[in-house]
């Protein structure tokens, strides 16, 4: 009996904890949704909202190509050290450019050309999210060659 009573404890903080989590995501979901609800129907904050998400993507692409240049001054190879800068200077002025260009769209410029970006907007974080994973794929490449655990 004394198996059986472990067990049966144990089984039930599993089921517990599995509906409480579900139980407390539920609940921050609504919460988040009555506080958008309350913020939305405060005066100018559309506005607001719409900038911070036009912009904050824009700014975790900066944050990592802040961290690679960190890497890559870490990168012991000068070949893939020196691809992985122009690819960080390509990855930069794009973001900085396609980021300048949303802007100008959203402060109202009226521009056909504006209006086009603003519909493909989704290309340009594609482009920083490959520009990224390939800046840190060349880096990666000029590292030494671990050793197998066996020489270890």
């Known amino acids: 009996m004394k198996d059986f009573e472990k067990y049966f404890g144990l089984m039930t903080l599993l ?4 509906v409480g989590s579900l139980l407390l995501g539920v609940g921050i979901f609504y919460l988040l949704k009555l506080f958008a609800i309350t913020l939305f129907n405060f005066p100018g904050f559309h506005t607001f909202f719409g900038f911070v998400v036009t912009i904050v993507p824009y700014l975790i692409f900066f944050a990592g190509y802040y961290y690679m240049h960190k890497k890559i001054q870490a990168s012991p190879g000068k070949i893939s050290r020196n691809i ?3 690819l960080l ?4 002025l794009s973001c900085f450019i396609i980021m ?4 100008l769209h959203f402060w109202g410029i009226k521009n056909e ?7 493909n907007s989704h290309w340009g974080l594609i482009s920083q999210i490959l520009i990224l994973f390939f800046t840190a794929m060349i880096i990666a490449t000029g590292d030494k060659k671990e050793k197998d655990w066996m020489e270890r």
Do not use: E, H, N, V
């Open 89 to 92: 200077i390509i990855g930069s």
């Open 84 to 86: 992985g800068k122009l």
């Open 113 to 119: 050309w504006l209006y086009t970006i603003d519909r």
């Open 100 to 103: 300048l260009l949303l802007l």
């Open 15 to 18: 089921i517990a904890g599995l």
